[in-house]
């Protein structure tokens, strides 16, 4: 076990990265005033309700400390909770697999299908199993998974890709949802209204059918609890509470990251989580099972795909604290304008930004590291105090010596970057740079500039170039204050 | 007191007003401002594009250009966030301990302008009169890396004649970044459409805040415009005085 943790042999796999880099992506979005729209309305919404829940804890600080040390202190002995875990989860008449990358938890998960001779299955809405492309990958077995979370329904039914962690239609409105079931589902009623109760309405019709059929049923974890082998689901429709009991077998796909050592550290994130993603104070339907119950055959898939070598990381160790509640995306003014299509992963906004590139290295997502203007909104609401910022900060780091090293000779930037070091270590050089900028006179709204200028004035004009800089201007005038110390005369 | 102005790179270049109102204002104050002419810049655009091995000369002449001073100045929220926050990281990534302790002991004496006449120099009237109707952007490094608080508004609201008005969605970014404006262009100027938006709304003839860096890029778009709305550094409006008009 603990050499596996050592040795990640396979790449994660595809839904972790797009071939399109994030400018190009996010056009798409932000010419799109509907889902803008929409957007701004949801994050706007959620954002005020987190902010109301939190501000009634006077120990929220506290808590995500908390919350956040709990979270190291796991990472940094897992491969002990990870043998906990297995042990109690086995000692419980569970059965627990481990896979390196998505292509081998999908082969575990195709597999335990097809030895129940079932093609139909019900999911709880899961990050881990959107991470890998489960749904694709059982669909070419012949599997048909239907998702149960009314979001992911209408992402599925609409043959769509989620936009958000935790609401994945969030870029979608009723009358768009409506106009989707009304295409996708069978039996629906064609008078169909998008009024919220109707639209759920005919959710709740739809995915009744499937539960009562249903023999087999795949989730994901919130948490899992290494001493007791504990896993815990966590959601607001109860849809997940059909598929966790009525099932003969359940198939749960957990990222190796998702432990906390004891039930009593359960406790801080049970506050944490629903106050951060749903703006609530106690979630609504927390599922926790134990091993297998009688009639019913367990399995958990324990998922690696890239989250050993994010481990190694010294900087991007903490990306793995993330407990998926969203709150960064919410108040992220980059994704409320680009959208979470743009990000080309299945963890979009300030976290996809940097556990994308960290979970399958930069050179295959290096754009993300970019896409934010560093303002450190993220940080401030994350419950388990992730600084995303500096983080990314570090990874462009990295995508710059990536290049570096790629390229024999350096690119226009790096060239520009040193030259710009280069003068700015000298006053004489520098001096010289700023005099020749105020004498430059570049006209403002020039139309044809070179870049990187063409791409600031598409938008905005230059600022008015001085006459004289502010150095000259000391000289000058600055001669007439008290005498100056000596090594301002250097 | 003596006071060292690191005025950034953008101020001495291309927003020297800045600058010379700086000084203006601390002498106003009775206290002696020395400009260090070794100053260049404090390194935060190449640690934000990824070159932080590019930013330790720059780090390193920080300390060596503002060590001698017991008061350092610089009337950015995001370079002196950068100061406080960034040089000792990129002196550690690059094993140089000795430099670690020497930024950590120039950084505790580096302030943004009104961190500097609040918490040091104690004062938040400092005899200026603006009779504009002004509205106030606090710039996300100023707010959250730096966490100046109402620092500045308690300066503006002391000023003379001013008619401040409150920003809707003040403390959403407006879209600079560094070189996020120019890398993701278009994502950028969204975000500055609708932070000029919210500008316009409260029909202020002024936008003010502690960045140049920021007030270049919604001055930008609101040139390009012609919306009539300008900007101005908080700087600038301490600096006026009735006589001075
Ligand atoms: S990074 Fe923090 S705020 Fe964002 S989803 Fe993860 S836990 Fe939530």
């Given at each position: 076990?603990?050499?596996?943790?050592?040795?990640?042999?396979?790449?994660?796999?595809?839904?972790?990265?797009?071939?399109?880099?994030?400018?190009?992506?996010?056009?798409?979005?932000?010419?799109?005033?509907?889902?803008?729209?929409?957007?701004?309305?949801?994050?706007?919404?959620?954002?005020?309700?987190?902010?109301?829940?939190?501000?009634?804890?006077?120990?929220?600080?506290?808590?995500?400390?908390?919350?956040?040390?709990?979270?190291?202190?796991?990472?940094?002995?897992?491969?002990?909770?990870?043998?906990?875990?297995?042990?109690?989860?086995?000692?419980?008449?569970?059965?627990?697999?481990?896979?390196?990358?998505?292509?081998?938890?999908?082969?575990?998960?195709?597999?335990?299908?097809?030895?129940?001779?079932?093609?139909?299955?019900?999911?709880?809405?899961?990050?881990?199993?959107?991470?890998?492309?489960?749904?694709?990958?059982?669909?070419?077995?012949?599997?048909?998974?239907?998702?149960?979370?009314?979001?992911?329904?209408?992402?599925?039914?609409?043959?769509?890709?989620?936009?958000?962690?935790?609401?994945?239609?969030?870029?979608?409105?009723?009358?768009?949802?409506?106009?989707?079931?009304?295409?996708?589902?069978?039996?629906?009623?064609?008078?169909?209204?998008?009024?919220?109760?109707?639209?759920?309405?005919?959710?709740?019709?739809?995915?009744?059918?499937?539960?009562?059929?249903?023999?087999?049923?795949?989730?994901?974890?919130?948490?899992?609890?290494?001493?007791?082998?504990?896993?815990?689901?966590?959601?607001?429709?109860?849809?997940?509470?059909?598929?966790?009991?009525?099932?003969?077998?359940?198939?749960?796909?957990?990222?190796?990251?998702?432990?906390?050592?004891?039930?009593?550290?359960?406790?801080?994130?049970?506050?944490?989580?629903?106050?951060?993603?749903?703006?609530?104070?106690?979630?609504?339907?927390?599922?926790?099972?134990?091993?297998?119950?009688?009639?019913?055959?367990?399995?958990?898939?324990?998922?690696?795909?890239?989250?050993?070598?994010?481990?190694?990381?010294?900087?991007?160790?903490?990306?793995?604290?993330?407990?998926?509640?969203?709150?960064?995306?919410?108040?992220?003014?980059?994704?409320?304008?680009?959208?979470?299509?743009?990000?080309?992963?299945?963890?979009?906004?300030?976290?996809?930004?940097?556990?994308?590139?960290?979970?399958?290295?930069?050179?295959?997502?290096?754009?993300?590291?970019?896409?934010?203007?560093?303002?450190?909104?993220?940080?401030?609401?994350?419950?388990?105090?992730?600084?995303?910022?500096?983080?990314?900060?570090?990874?462009?780091?990295?995508?710059?010596?990536?290049?570096?090293?790629?390229?024999?000779?350096?690119?226009?930037?790096?060239?520009?970057?040193?030259?710009?070091?280069?003068?700015?270590?000298?006053?004489?050089?520098?001096?010289?740079?700023?005099?020749?900028?105020?004498?430059g006179r570049v006209a403002r709204r020039m139309p044809a500039l070179p870049p990187p200028l063409s791409s600031w004035a598409r938008s905005r004009d230059l600022p008015q170039?001085?006459?004289?800089?502010?150095?000259?201007?000391?000289?000058?005038?600055?001669?007439?204050?008290?005498?100056?110390?000596?090594?301002?005369?250097? | 007191?003596?006071?060292?102005?690191?005025?950034?790179?953008?101020?001495?270049?291309?927003?020297?007003?800045?600058?010379?109102?700086?000084?203006?204002?601390?002498?106003?104050?009775?206290?002696?401002?020395?400009?260090?002419?070794?100053?260049?810049?404090?390194?935060?655009?190449?640690?934000?594009?990824?070159?932080?091995?590019?930013?330790?000369?720059?780090?390193?002449?920080?300390?060596?250009t503002f060590e001698p001073y017991d008061a350092i100045v610089t009337p950015s929220g995001s370079c002196a966030g950068a100061i406080r926050h960034q040089h000792a990281q990129?002196?550690?990534?690059?094993?140089?301990?000795?430099?670690?302790?020497?930024?950590?002991?120039?950084?505790?004496?580096?302030?943004?302008?009104?961190?500097?006449?609040?918490?040091?120099?104690?004062?938040?009237?400092?005899?200026?009169?603006?009779?504009?109707?002004?509205?106030?952007?606090?710039?996300?490094?100023?707010?959250?890396?730096?966490?100046?608080?109402?620092?500045?508004?308690?300066?503006?609201?002391?000023?003379?004649?001013?008619?401040?008005?409150?920003?809707?969605?003040?403390?959403?970014?407006?879209?600079?970044?560094?070189?996020?404006?120019?890398?993701?262009?278009?994502?950028?100027?969204?975000?500055?459409?609708?932070?000029?938006?919210?500008?316009?709304?409260?029909?202020?003839?002024?936008?003010?805040?502690?960045?140049?860096?920021?007030?270049?890029?919604?001055?930008?778009?609101?040139?390009?415009?012609?919306?009539?709305?300008?900007?101005?550094?908080?700087?600038?409006?301490?600096?006026?005085?009735?006589?001075?008009?």
């Amino acid at each position: 076990m603990t050499t596996f943790l050592g040795m990640p042999t396979a790449s994660p796999t595809v839904h972790l990265r797009t071939g399109e880099s994030f400018p190009d992506a996010a056009r798409t979005g932000l010419a799109d005033s509907q889902q803008r729209h929409n957007l701004r309305v949801a994050t706007t919404t959620i954002r005020e309700k987190r902010a109301g829940v939190v501000a009634e804890l006077d120990d929220w600080e506290q808590l995500r400390a908390a919350g956040a040390a709990i979270k190291d202190a796991t990472l940094a002995e897992l491969p002990d909770h990870l043998e906990r875990f297995e042990a109690a989860v086995t000692e419980r008449g569970g059965t627990v697999h481990w896979a390196r990358d998505g292509d081998e938890a999908n082969a575990i998960v195709t597999r335990l299908i097809q030895a129940t001779g079932e093609t139909d299955v019900v999911k709880v809405k899961s990050m881990a199993t959107e991470e890998i492309g489960l749904n694709e990958a059982l669909a070419t077995a012949g599997i048909t998974a239907t998702e149960t979370d009314l979001a992911e329904l209408i992402v599925q039914l609409g043959d769509d890709r989620p936009s958000h962690i935790l609401v994945p239609a969030i870029h979608r409105n009723r009358s768009e949802i409506r106009d989707i079931f009304r295409d996708h589902m069978d039996d629906v009623d064609p008078g169909l209204t998008n009024d919220p109760e109707a639209l759920a309405g005919a959710a709740r019709l739809y995915l009744r059918r499937r539960f009562l059929s249903a023999k087999v049923a795949i989730s994901g974890a919130n948490f899992g609890v290494a001493e007791t082998g504990t896993l815990c689901v966590l959601e607001s429709e109860g849809n997940g509470r059909m598929c966790l009991t009525l099932p003969r077998t359940l198939i749960t796909v957990m990222g190796i990251e998702k432990l906390v050592p004891t039930w009593r550290d359960l406790e801080v994130f049970l506050q944490l989580l629903p106050r951060s993603s749903t703006g609530e104070r106690m979630n609504p339907y927390t599922s926790m099972w134990t091993g297998a119950t009688e009639g019913q055959d367990f399995h958990v898939v324990l998922l690696d795909n890239g989250r050993t070598a994010t481990l190694a990381d010294p900087h991007g160790r903490s990306a793995l604290r993330c407990i998926r509640c969203s709150a960064c995306l919410n108040v992220c003014p980059v994704y409320e304008r680009a959208g979470g299509h743009a990000y080309g992963s299945v963890y979009p906004g300030p976290i996809g930004a940097v556990l994308s590139p960290q979970l399958t290295g930069v050179k295959d997502n290096p754009s993300l590291p970019f896409a934010s203007s560093l303002c450190g909104a993220c940080y401030d609401v994350c419950p388990v105090a992730i600084d995303i910022p500096t983080m990314l900060v570090h990874l462009r780091a990295e995508v710059v010596a990536a290049k570096r090293e790629e390229h024999r000779v350096p690119t226009a930037e790096a060239a520009s970057m040193t030259a710009a070091a280069w003068t700015m270590t000298s006053r004489r050089r520098w001096t010289a740079a700023l005099r020749s900028l105020s004498l430059g006179r570049v006209a403002r709204r020039m139309p044809a500039l070179p870049p990187p200028l063409s791409s600031w004035a598409r938008s905005r004009d230059l600022p008015q170039m001085p006459r004289e800089t502010l150095r000259d201007w000391w000289v000058r005038e600055g001669s007439d204050v008290p005498p100056a110390a000596p090594e301002e005369d250097a | 007191m003596r006071i060292a102005l690191f005025a950034t790179c953008l101020v001495d270049g291309l927003f020297p007003e800045v600058g010379k109102a700086t000084v203006t204002v601390l002498r106003r104050l009775g206290h002696q401002v020395v400009f260090p002419m070794e100053q260049t810049c404090c390194g935060q655009m190449h640690v934000n594009t990824g070159y932080p091995r590019e930013a330790l000369p720059l780090v390193r002449r920080y300390a060596d250009t503002f060590e001698p001073y017991d008061a350092i100045v610089t009337p950015s929220g995001s370079c002196a966030g950068a100061i406080r926050h960034q040089h000792a990281q990129v002196a550690r990534q690059f094993g140089d301990d000795a430099l670690v302790d020497r930024v950590e002991a120039v950084a505790a004496r580096s302030y943004e302008l009104s961190e500097l006449l609040v918490d040091v120099l104690g004062v938040t009237d400092v005899g200026a009169s603006y009779p504009h109707r002004v509205t106030y952007h606090p710039t996300c490094h100023s707010l959250r890396i730096l966490r100046v608080g109402d620092r500045p508004l308690r300066l503006l609201r002391a000023v003379d004649g001013i008619d401040l008005v409150e920003l809707p969605q003040a403390q959403t970014c407006c879209g600079f970044g560094g070189t996020f404006a120019l890398k993701n262009s278009e994502t950028s100027t969204a975000m500055l459409a609708d932070k000029m938006r919210a500008i316009q709304s409260t029909g202020a003839q002024m936008c003010a805040a502690t960045d140049a860096s920021c007030l270049m890029h919604i001055g930008g778009g609101m040139s390009r415009l012609d919306v009539g709305t300008e900007t101005v550094h908080l700087a600038q409006i301490l600096a006026s005085t009735k006589d001075a008009r």
